[in-house]
């Protein structure tokens, strides 16, 4: 993705995202034709959210994943494992 491409989609998600709010406040005085435009800004919001997932960099484990078997977290020490 270019920096022209960053930008629009940047543009286009705060756009979206100002429309979604003024028209849900619209909404709510008494103006049911800004639902549809609820409705549009959500539909390009959600498109846009998935888009960025599928292009999201995958974590690389470096080390391996330890098996626990008590299920609890490592620092934890039972009562019963406790030196006396």
């Given at each position: ?62 080390r391996p994943q ?14 019963s494992e406790e030196?006396?």
């Open positions: 993705m270019t920096r022209r491409q960053a930008f629009a989609e940047l543009s286009l998600f705060l756009v979206a995202a100002l429309a979604g709010v003024i028209s849900i406040g619209e909404a709510f005085r008494g103006t049911p034709a800004w639902l549809l435009i609820t409705a549009v800004a959500t539909r390009v919001l959600v498109r846009q959210m998935g888009r960025v997932e599928d292009s999201w960099p995958r974590r690389k484990h470096s330890r098996a626990s078997t008590s299920g609890d977290h490592p620092s934890v020490v039972h009562p030196p006396r």
